[in-house]
């Protein structure tokens, strides 16, 4: 029985260990959530692009609808 407590206890410690945060004090990991935000600020730009080329495209099918509509009007 007592083998099988210490074998439990040993067992308990190690998947304590596995659920250990990465990061060894909290500087450490301040410090990596602030690399984290300061890489996501560079990826923001590519978004503010990615809407105005949406923008762009809306703005061409509008046109496009509508020099198909005057079309279709001046056929008739």
């Given at each position: ?8 206890e ?11 945060c ?16 300061r890489?996501?600020r ?19 099918a509008v046109?496009?609808?509508a ?10």
């Open positions: 029985m007592r083998a099988e407590l210490g074998a439990l040993a067992s308990a410690g190690r998947a304590g260990t596995a659920l250990a990465v990061y060894s004090s909290a500087a450490e990991f301040e410090a990596a959530q602030i690399d984290a935000r890489a996501l560079w990826r923001l730009p590519a978004i503010d692009s990615m809407r105005l080329v949406l923008a762009g495209t809306a703005f061409a046109a496009a609808l020099a198909l509509a005057g079309v279709a009007v001046i056929a008739l």
